[in-house]
Structure formats: structure tokens, C-alpha cells
Nanobody
């Protein structure tokens, strides 16, 4: 059974940085799509960044391009989201998700079968 555990959230001032981690267990190999999603109070969940582990292909939400970087350490089975130059509007609960191949990198879809419990990111002005 795939399990995902996020960590690394917290409170930071605008312009600051955070690195989220997602420790994965219960599967082997690299034929997975993994993604970071976020949901702010009163708003719909949105895809922030995704990656196909086998090839390293990535996709980013336009508003985070150039500020956020998704990465995967296969040896540690951990997914990361490096977030720089954070803005107040980045405040949300951030979730890690995984989907085995066949999968599609499309941030508009959130039909991933496996999800973490979330980690809160709060950015103040």
C-alpha cells in the first residue's frame, strides 16, 4: 500500500523560502507521476507542480514558475518542492500525490489514487 507523508511546512514572511518533503513508501520503481497540490480556505484545490519520475518531465502552475522547483531523490524515495520568493497568495495546505503509470502530467486533473495528509504553508506580508 502506497503511503505518502509530507513535512516541511511552516510560517514564513513574503520573499522567504521553504522546502516541502514527501516521503513515499509501499512501492518500488520510477514509473510514477507525482505531484504537489494546494488548497487555500474557500478555494478549489489546484495543481502546483508534477513530475514523471522515470523521465524527469515536469510541469508547473504558471504562477509558481521560476519560484518553485519539484525534485525527487530516488535513493530516499522522497519528493521535494523547493519554494522560493514565497508570496502571501501561496498560503495553503500543500498535499503530495502519486499515481502509477500509465499516468498523465496534467495539473488540471487531480485523480491521483494516493495522497498524503498535507502540510500547512503560511506566508505573511
Amino acid at each position: 500500500r502506497v503511503q505518502l507523508v509530507e513535512s516541511g511546512g511552516g510560517s514564513v514572511q513574503a520573499g522567504g523560502s521553504l522546502r516541502l518533503s514527501c516521503a513515499a513508501s509501499g512501492y518500488t520503481g520510477t514509473r510514477y507521476c507525482m505531484g504537489w497540490f494546494r488548497q487555500a480556505p474557500g478555494k478549489k484545490r489546484e495543481g502546483v507542480a508534477s513530475i514523471y519520475i522515470a523521465t524527469g518531465a515536469e510541469e508547473y502552475l504558471d504562477s509558481v514558475k521560476g519560484r518553485f522547483t519539484i525534485a525527487r531523490d530516488n535513493a530516499k524515495n522522497t519528493l521535494y518542492l523547493q519554494m522560493n520568493n514565497l508570496k502571501v497568495e501561496d498560503t495553503a495546505m500543500y498535499y503530495c500525490a502519486a499515481e502509477p503509470f500509465p499516468c498523465v502530467l496534467d495539473l488540471r486533473r487531480s485523480e491521483y489514487p494516493y495522497w498524503g495528509q498535507g502540510t500547512q504553508v503560511t506566508v505573511s506580508s
